[in-house]
Every structure is written in C-alpha cells, then in structure tokens.
C-alpha cells in the first residue's frame, strides 16, 4: 500500500502498481460515487479544458456545470456539488471535470501501462475496501493518491479531507487483510483517520476545504461527503468512463 499526493505524486505511485485508488473527498470522488450508484456512467475530464463541451457532445453524454452556476439555474443539469446531485434527475452519461480529482483520473488513466483506478469518497470507503481485500491478500499493490487542493497559483495544497479520505480505506482494508503491508506514508494516513473517526462530520466542518464550501454556501456538500459509507458501489475507471466494478 502505496501514498502519494496530487497529480505528479499519482503519476510517480502509481508507476508498477496494480492498482491505484484516487480520493478526493470535496468533491470529485464523493459526487462520483454518488452518480455510479444510480446508474450514471462518469467521463472524467482536464479542468477548464476548452474541449470539454465537444468531448461530452462526442461521447453522448451531459457535461456538468460548476456548483455555483447550477444554483442559480431553473433546471440545473448535474454538477460537482454532491448535494445537487443527490436531488437531480440521474442521467446516462455525465462528463464531470474537476481540478483535482478528475483531472488527476483522466491522465492516470491514460497513460501507458495503466493500473485499474477507482475513485474513492468517504460514502464508499467501505465497498472499495471489500472490493480490493482479495487483491491485496494476493499479493497486488496498491498506491492511494489522495488528490489534495491547489493555491491560487497552481501549487499542490494538501488537503486534509483527502488524507481521511485515504485512511478510512486503509481502516476498513485492515480490517480485511490484516497482514497487508503499508508504507510509512499509508500508515499515517491510517492514523490520522483514526483521530477524527468518531467526530468525522465535525472534522470535514472545521477543515480548511469544509470551511471554504460552507462560506459559499455549500455546507449541504460537506455533510454529504461525511455520510460514511452510504454509496454500496465501486467507481472503477474503464475505456467509456467510471462504472461499478465487477463483483470479485
């Protein structure tokens, strides 16, 4: 069990991996497995990539608007905010950009000699554990790519939701394999999603991402990234986007 942060730190942990497990907790990972599990096929794509709209009408698909711009309309088409999505009309097929999580799942999963991706959340830490237990205990390895945020000028901020994120598959993977093996950086992610554990809901409120969407007038987003475990489905990335992965 590997870890490593954001988009180069991915690329790097993820070189020989089996498998490689994107977490990016507000909002890309939890409003994608919220879409997976009522039956939308999610195309990520590059964030303010001038091609996203000809790559959604390509794919037969509806491209998602920004949270803010999906308050103000009538009839909103889906966005990156969970809490609109757990309200709208599920569609077929969803290009959902972000500039972390989804970005960072575009170019994983396309660069050569891919590993499997899934994309992990908090609401689905659970089902991701179970799905990748048999692969662990045979052997396969494993690199976490918490997505973290990004500072006005582009740097890497990571984010502390992501880091929880990251270890409550790592708690509940455990809980399966007990014997896996985990670098020094899993190992404290782990720990540090064992302090906020029992206060999670209070700890994604108070982090600087939580406090951030709730000056916006998003807290609705934040409460339901916290909902552990809510979302029974594994986001696993194929050729035409994310869909529930197989049962192993």
């Given at each position: 069990?590997?870890?490593?942060?954001?988009?180069?730190?991915?690329?790097?942990?993820?070189?020989?991996?089996?498998?490689?497990?994107?977490?990016?907790?507000?909002?890309?990972t939890?409003?994608?497995?919220?879409?997976?599990?009522?039956?939308?096929?999610?195309?990520?794509?590059?964030?303010?990539?001038?091609?996203?709209?000809?790559?959604?009408?390509?794919?037969?698909?509806?491209?998602?608007?920004?949270?803010?711009?999906?308050?103000?309309?009538?009839?909103?088409?889906?966005?990156?905010?969970?809490?609109?999505?757990?309200?709208?009309?599920?569609?077929?097929?969803?290009v959902?950009?972000?500039?972390?999580?989804?970005?960072?799942?575009a170019?994983?999963?396309?660069?050569?000699?891919?590993?499997?991706?899934?994309?992990?959340s908090?609401?689905?830490?659970?089902?991701?554990?179970?799905?990748?237990?048999?692969?662990v205990?045979?052997?396969?390895?494993?690199?976490?790519?918490?997505?973290g945020?990004?500072?006005?000028?582009?740097?890497?901020?990571?984010?502390?939701?992501?880091?929880?994120?990251?270890?409550?598959?790592?708690?509940?993977?455990?809980?399966?394999?007990?014997?896996?093996?985990?670098?020094?950086?899993?190992?404290?992610a782990?720990?540090?999603?064992?302090?906020?554990?029992?206060?999670?809901?209070?700890?994604?409120?108070?982090?600087?991402?939580?406090?951030?969407?709730?000056?916006v007038?998003?807290?609705?987003?934040?409460?339901?990234?916290?909902h552990?475990?809510?979302?029974?489905?594994v986001?696993?990335?194929?050729?035409?986007?994310?869909?529930?992965?197989?049962?192993?």
């Open positions: 069990m590997r870890l490593e942060w954001g988009p180069t730190g991915g690329a790097a942990v993820a070189a020989g991996a089996d498998v490689a497990v994107v977490v990016d907790v507000l909002s890309f939890t409003t994608l497995g919220i879409a997976v599990a009522r039956g939308t096929r999610v195309l990520p794509f590059a964030w303010k990539d001038e091609r996203t709209a000809e790559y959604a009408a390509e794919h037969g698909a509806v491209l998602a608007v920004g949270r803010h711009e999906a308050r103000v309309l009538e009839n909103p088409p889906p966005s990156l905010s969970p809490a609109q999505l757990l309200e709208a009309d599920p569609v077929p097929r969803l959902l950009p972000s500039p972390n999580g989804s970005t960072i799942c170019a994983l999963g396309t660069a050569p000699g891919a590993p499997a991706l899934v994309g992990a908090l609401r689905t830490r659970a089902a991701v554990a179970a799905w990748l237990a048999p692969q205990a045979a052997g396969a390895t494993v690199a976490l790519v918490p997505a945020e990004r500072w006005p000028d582009g740097s890497l901020r990571p984010a502390l939701e992501d880091l929880w994120g990251a270890g409550a598959v790592l708690a509940a993977l455990t809980a399966h394999v007990p014997d896996a093996r985990l670098s020094i950086e899993a190992e404290h782990a720990a540090a999603y064992a302090l906020v554990a029992d206060p999670l809901p209070d700890a994604l409120d108070r982090c600087a991402s939580g406090r951030e969407l709730t000056a007038g998003f807290a609705a987003d934040v409460r339901a990234a916290a552990l475990d809510a979302d029974d489905v986001p696993l990335l194929g050729p035409d986007g994310f869909a529930p992965a197989p049962v192993l």
